[in-house]
C-alpha cells in the first residue's frame, strides 16, 4: 500500500466526501477516485460503499482506517526523527468555542506565532459534540471543550482548569438593586425560582451553559423564560449592560466588565459545574508539535489561574 493512497483515504473516510477531499488535498476530483479504486484493487475489496451522491465506509474500511491513521502519524515522526530537525514544525487543526478562544488562548497563540512559526494553528468553531465527533474521525487533532462530564467516549482528555460562571446584569437592573438593598442583612442568595419572569440573554442553543441553564430553570420553573439571542458573547455582554436582561457567563469573559462596574454578579449559583478541558482521539499517537502544544497549554492556563487576582465587589456590599 503506498503512502499517498492512505493518505487519499483517511481524507476521504474522515469527511465522507471525494469532492471535500480532493479539495483539501489539492487534487482533482478525478484523482482522488482513481486514488481510492487503486488501494480497492490492491486489497481486493471495496472501502466505500456508493450511495448515490453520498458514500459510507465499508466494514473493510472501518477496519483500515485505524491502521491507516497510525500509518501517517508514523510517517510523519519518522520524517521528523531522520531529519532531526531541532525546531516543531506541522500542522495542528484544533476545535474550539468562542469563549475559550477569546479568553483562554490568545496568550497560548501569541507563544505559537513568535516561538514556534513553523507550527501552523488551525481554529475551528465549534461546540460539544460536534467537536468530540470531529476529534474521533481525525478532523481535529485537538480539541478544547468546556463541559460537565470529564471523560468521553473514544477521547482521552485533560482537564485545564474548573470555569466557573456567573449570573451578570447591568448594575441598575432590579434583580441588582434588590441584590444590593438586601446585602447588609445578609447577602440573600437568589434562587433559581427567582429568575422565572427575568428576560434572559445567552448565546445560542448548543452552548453549554446554555443549555445546563436552560435545563437548571426548566426543573425549577416549569418552563423557562425565552432567551433573548445573541451570536457572540461580546453581544451578548452589551445587550445586558445596556439593560436587556440577565445573561450566565464563564466568569474569565466578563472579568473586565465586573471590575469596572459595567456589569455587576447577581448572587445566583448554578447547580452545575463545568471546566474546560483538552481532548483528543483516544489511541491517537501524537505528534511532537502536538504534544507541544498540550503542554504548553497547560501550562499557560495554570500561570493564568495563579496570576488571576479576585473580581473587585460586583454589588454593593457583597463579599
Excluded at 465549534?126 to 470529564?150: H, K, N, P, S, W
Excluded at 437592573?173 to 427567582?194: C, E, Y
Amino acid at each position: 500500500m503506498e503512502l499517498r493512497l492512505l493518505v487519499t483515504f483517511e481524507k476521504v473516510a474522515t469527511v465522507l466526501s471525494f469532492t471535500q477531499a480532493a479539495g483539501e488535498l489539492k487534487y482533482a476530483q478525478s484523482s482522488v477516485t482513481s486514488q481510492i479504486r487503486s488501494l480497492e484493487t490492491s486489497l481486493g475489496t471495496e472501502l466505500f460503499d456508493r450511495l448515490g451522491s453520498r458514500i459510507r465506509l465499508t466494514e473493510a474500511g472501518e477496519r483500515l482506517l485505524p491502521y491507516a491513521r497510525r500509518i501517517i502519524e508514523l510517517n510523519d515522526e519518522a520524517r521528523a526523527a531522520v531529519t532531526g530537525a531541532d525546531e516543531p514544525a506541522g500542522a495542528i487543526n484544533i476545535g474550539t468555542m468562542e469563549s475559550l478562544t477569546s479568553y483562554r488562548l490568545p496568550a497560548l497563540l501569541e507563544l505559537f506565532h513568535h516561538r514556534y512559526p513553523q507550527v501552523k494553528l488551525s481554529l475551528r468553531p465549534t461546540l460539544g459534540d460536534e467537536t468530540r465527533q470531529a476529534l474521533r474521525q481525525g478532523v481535529y487533532d485537538i480539541g478544547f471543550l468546556m463541559e460537565r462530564e470529564t471523560e468521553h467516549a473514544g477521547l482521552e482528555t485533560v482537564v485545564l482548569t474548573a470555569e466557573p460562571l456567573v449570573l451578570v446584569c447591568a448594575p441598575g437592573h432590579a434583580l441588582a438593586v434588590a441584590a444590593s438593598r438586601s446585602a447588609p442583612a445578609g447577602a440573600a442568595k437568589l434562587a433559581t425560582v427567582d429568575l422565572a419572569e427575568v428576560q434572559l440573554v445567552g448565546t445560542e442553543p448548543g452552548c453549554p451553559y446554555r443549555d445546563l441553564f436552560e435545563e437548571e430553570l426548566r426543573e425549577s420553573t416549569g418552563s423557562p423564560p425565552p432567551f433573548m439571542e445573541f451570536g457572540t458573547i461580546e453581544a451578548t455582554k452589551r445587550g445586558v449592560a445596556g439593560g436587556l436582561g440577565v445573561a450566565l457567563l464563564p466568569r474569565m469573559t466578563v472579568r473586565q466588565e465586573l471590575a469596572s462596574g459595567t456589569l455587576v454578579a447577581l448572587p445566583w449559583e448554578p447547580s452545575f459545574q463545568l471546566s474546560t478541558q483538552v481532548a483528543w482521539r483516544e489511541g491517537k499517537r501524537l505528534p511532537r508539535h502536538v504534544r507541544l502544544f498540550i503542554d504548553e497549554t497547560m501550562r499557560l492556563v495554570r500561570e493564568q489561574e495563579s496570576n488571576q487576582p479576585p473580581c473587585a465587589a460586583t454589588w454593593r456590599g457583597s463579599p
